[in-house]
């Protein structure tokens, strides 16, 4: 048994059984291509464990937002495509703009055991977003009685819908796949049991974002460390001029009532000491900009913070040095700007050259490690940004809360 507290593939009995498997293939497309295959890849292991043991495999997912029912641009077709090619087996598509109908009645019927059959993207039905019994109990039916369901798409965790919770009414025999047990296990021990010293890393542009995040950790880390855009608006609650930086003037007194907070849980908070500022925010984001560099509390009037000084940049990696658990969400600074990107490089080279569990919350904080070239050197990298940002939150997400406990 997993000692998640919920079932995973590893306690299923799959012979001869349809498996309804929902995964995260929300891939970027461009012109009827998939771009980046990522997301496929990380399904593999879950979809090679079902037909190892001789399952019937269903997978579904979402792709994009279609706005007006079946668009042809957000067909699941290309995915069956590079699916076959990554399994080295044939995956049926059954293309139903309904995702549930004649074609994906008449696959489904037709399987052996070890088969694999790819349905049409969920979202085609306008009852998926909004968990509406009919969809979830036209899936179940679709691969019946004596069945099992599987959730592999911890990116839609945090999302109540048909194919992620709904389903599960209706399918007892229930559980997590190996990528959700993966993500549960590092980010779920990284939060609720880490090895101490603890340190997240908070950016990104706004506070509000984060809201519950701050709160959350700020009662569980022994270090928290915030940069990117946030860091301005606390640097205001601390009396500092910040010129014309991002600043929400709304969440001023909860960055005053933030910090009151760490002093009095003996909480080390750390803000930027010096920052990288520039007349404008760039426009293209990666146009040519003049910056300089100013303490943080002397940013002039007319100037904007846009990265973390060198000064700063020593202070937060000497800060994750001796860490054992570090976690870290959202970027230091306008990191898709090469001028700007110093700050989120050196603390990706400080995670990567330290011993501790480093756990990325997805998003543009996975986009820039990748981008950098650390993600090797990573302990685990989300592949959920905003079901992420809600575990760290302390919310039970709905895509693991149906799943059947161990």
């Known amino acids: 048994m997993s000692t998640l507290g919920k079932k995973t593939v590893e306690d299923l009995r799959v012979k001869g059984k349809n498996v309804l498997v929902r995964c995260d293939f929300n891939v970027p497309m461009k012109d009827g291509k998939i771009t980046n295959d ?6 593999l292991p879950t979809i090679q464990k079902l037909i190892e043991n001789d399952g019937r495999v269903v997978l579904c997912s979402h792709l994009g937002k279609p706005k007006n029912g079946p668009e042809e641009k957000f067909s699941l077709a290309p995915v069956a495509v590079r699916l076959s090619e990554l399994l080295g087996k044939q995956v049926v598509f059954a293309n139903d703009d309904n995702v ?10 037709a399987m052996q055991d070890g088969d694999v059959v790819l349905l049409q993207n969920t979202r085609f039905r306008k009852e998926e977003t909004k968990n509406l019994p009919e969809f979830s109990k036209d899936l179940a039916d679709l691969v019946g009685e004596n069945s099992a369901y599987v959730n592999d798409a911890f990116g839609s965790a945090h999302r109540a819908h048909c194919s992620t919770a709904g389903v599960t009414d209706y399918i007892r025999d229930t559980a997590v796949g190996y990528l959700m047990e993966k993500e549960i296990r590092y980010l779920g021990n990284a939060v609720n049991d880490p090895v101490r ?32 855009g946030m860091a301005y608006t606390f640097l205001v609650a601390k009396g500092c ?36 500022i520039a007349k404008d925010f760039p426009d293209p984001i990666d146009a040519e900009i003049a910056v300089e560099v100013v303490d943080s509390d002397k940013i002039p009037a007319d100037k904007m913070g846009l990265d973390i000084g060198p000064k700063t940049r020593a202070l937060f990696g000497d800060a994750v040095k001796n860490a054992k658990t570090v976690v870290w ?7 898709e700007n090469p001028v700007l990107a110093a700050g989120t490089q050196a603390v990706a080279r400080a995670l990567a050259e330290t011993d501790a569990t480093t756990v990325i919350g997805g998003g543009d904080s996975a986009a820039a490690v990748m981008q950098l070239g650390f993600a090797d050197q990573m302990t685990h990298i989300s592949t959920g940004g905003g079901a992420s940002l809600e575990y760290l939150e302390g919310k039970e997400l709905p895509g693991i809360a149906c799943i059947a406990n161990a």
């Open 38 to 43: 990522n997301r496929i890849v990380a399904a």
């Open 100 to 109: 549930t109908g004649e074609n994906a009645k008449a696959a489904v019927a």
């Open 197 to 228: 010293p603890f340190v997240a890393i908070l950016g990104g542009a706004k506070v509000a974002d984060k809201l519950n995040v701050i709160e959350n950790l700020l009662n569980k880390v022994d270090t928290l460390i915030i940069g990117g």
């Open 241 to 276: 001029e910040v010129g014309t930086s991002l600043v929400d003037p709304e969440k001023v007194e909860y960055c005053k009532s933030m910090l009151k907070k760490a002093e009095e849980k003996g909480v080390s908070l750390l803000l930027p000491i010096d920052t990288v």
């Open 329 to 335: 969400n959202g970027p230091m600074g306008v990191f």
